[in-house]
């Protein structure tokens, strides 16, 4: 690119490194997407894992610590060390999730969106606009206690208050032959930082909010978090939305899947653990590849984590390790990169900020729109001669060439 006035963002952004194939990607962003447009400072935190096992872990935590100053982060795909890779870095311990480590210090919500362009078409005909998917991340199945009963006999709920008082009861069961029984639970916090996160990103976007439990059947469990997110909204939430034009949408979650299919998307769908873990991996799918999938951490405290939803594609990594081209898509890493930046520019209130992010997504998403894709888009794109697969670098460079044209 020509030289030219960079663009100034004012506060430090918080990077976070990371592995593999996605560690060489963020390296090529970086250098020919980023840096020749913008004058920026970096607060680098290096999350290879070798790094992470060097510092005992100390280096995720200090980068979490670095985004509550900063409030925004971005971060790289991150290895999860499992006994294989022990083995392959030589580590001194299976060093735990970097995501679940940063998620429990800013303690926040995930939501996953994807990137859609003209020439893939989401399997479902008349999504039109992304669905965001914000799931709760704490609580029910995932923390549950389970129990075979292989005999008769009667299962109880038993609840001993700390304090002293009336220890409550409630039959679960009594069981006349073998079957089986499992306890789970949430918090009051929990689901209340749930909500405010769902309703903060929903203003953040200004798009609509969905909220779907099953409280016709679990009149208690899951008319809590109905209660807990109407009484989120009447408090804080319902004139700003309404003023915005912005609807608050509570319906029964079958019946929010039925319309799913009837809408144009659009908006931030907010499910339970359960229902959210499965129902974006079915949106992810219905649009394409997890290479189109951007996912960011909000926090109710006001931080911001951007990432891509995919992990490091260790697969490609191998195949560039032997000498092979590849051909690995990096539109997710970069929409982490435009998702922190306009975050950056609107606390700043800087718009050049921002309007350089919006810049930059259009190029990405032209490139595609053009034709020039990696492998994995090649696959689902709408068929057309121009169609023409380039490596990991190549689709970069292209991106460059054409955010290099808005620029000038
Ligand atoms: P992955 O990296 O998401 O990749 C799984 C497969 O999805 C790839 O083999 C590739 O399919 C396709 N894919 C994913 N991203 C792609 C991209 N950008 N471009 C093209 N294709 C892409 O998951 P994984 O291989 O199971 O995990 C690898 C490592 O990532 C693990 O060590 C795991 O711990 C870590 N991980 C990190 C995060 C995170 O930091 N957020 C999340 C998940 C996993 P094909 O091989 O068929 O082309
Ligand atoms: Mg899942």
């Given at each position: 690119m020509p030289e030219r006035k960079k663009i100034k963002v004012i506060t430090p952004l918080v990077e976070m490194d990371g592995d593999e194939m996605t560690r060489m990607m963020w390296q090529m962003v970086k250098e020919k997407l980023l840096f020749p447009c913008l004058d920026f400072d970096l607060k680098y935190y290096d999350l290879h894992v070798k790094k992470r096992d060097e510092t005992d872990d100390r280096i995720t935590i200090d980068a979490a610590e670095a985004i509550k100053r900063y409030s925004i982060g971005v971060k790289c795909a991150t290895i999860t060390p499992n006994a294989d890779r022990m083995r392959e870095y030589g580590l001194k311990k299976d060093w735990p999730s970097p995501n679940g480590t940063i998620r429990a210090i800013l303690d926040g919500t995930v939501f996953r969106t994807p990137i859609l362009v003209k020439n893939i078409h989401p399997t479902?005909?008349?999504?039109?606009k992304p669905i965001t998917v914000g799931r709760?991340?704490?609580?029910d199945i995932y923390a549950s206690v389970e129990m075979r009963i292989e005999q008769p006999g009667k299962v109880e709920l038993v609840y001993t208050p700390a304090g002293g008082g009336e220890t409550l009861r409630r039959t679960v069961h009594d069981f006349t032959g073998a079957g089986i029984v499992q306890g789970i639970h949430n918090t009051d916090a929990s689901i209340s930082s749930f909500a405010r996160a769902c309703f903060t990103l929903a203003w953040d976007r200004k798009i609509d909010l969905w909220f779907s439990v099953k409280d016709t059947i679990s009149k208690t469990y899951d008319a809590h978090f109905r209660a807990v997110f109407e009484r989120e909204y009447e408090q804080n939430w319902k004139e700003k939305f309404t003023a915005a034009g912005l609807t608050y949408f509570f319906t029964l979650i079958d019946d929010a899947v039925a319309r799913l299919m009837k809408t144009e998307g659009g908006f931030l769908w907010a499910l339970k653990n359960y229902d959210g873990d499965v129902l974006s991996d079915m949106v992810a799918a219905a649009c394409g590849s997890l290479a189109m999938m951007t996912s960011v951490l909000v926090s109710p405290h006001g931080w911001f984590e951007f990432e891509a939803a995919h992990g490091t594609v260790q697969r490609h990594y191998y195949r560039h390790l032997r000498g092979e081209e590849t051909s690995t898509n990096s539109m997710a890493i970069i929409f982490a990169w435009t998702g922190a930046l306009r975050k950056r520019g609107d606390l700043d209130g800087t718009p050049e900020v921002a309007a350089f992010a919006d810049r930059l997504e259009t190029a990405a998403i032209e490139t595609v729109e053009s034709g020039i894709m990696t492998g994995d888009l090649l696959l689902v794109a709408e068929k057309n001669p121009a169609n023409r697969k380039v490596s990991t670098e190549g689709f970069i460079d292209a991106i460059a060439a054409n955010l290099a044209l808005k620029m000038a």
């Open positions: 479902v005909l008349p999504w039109k709760h991340a704490y609580g």
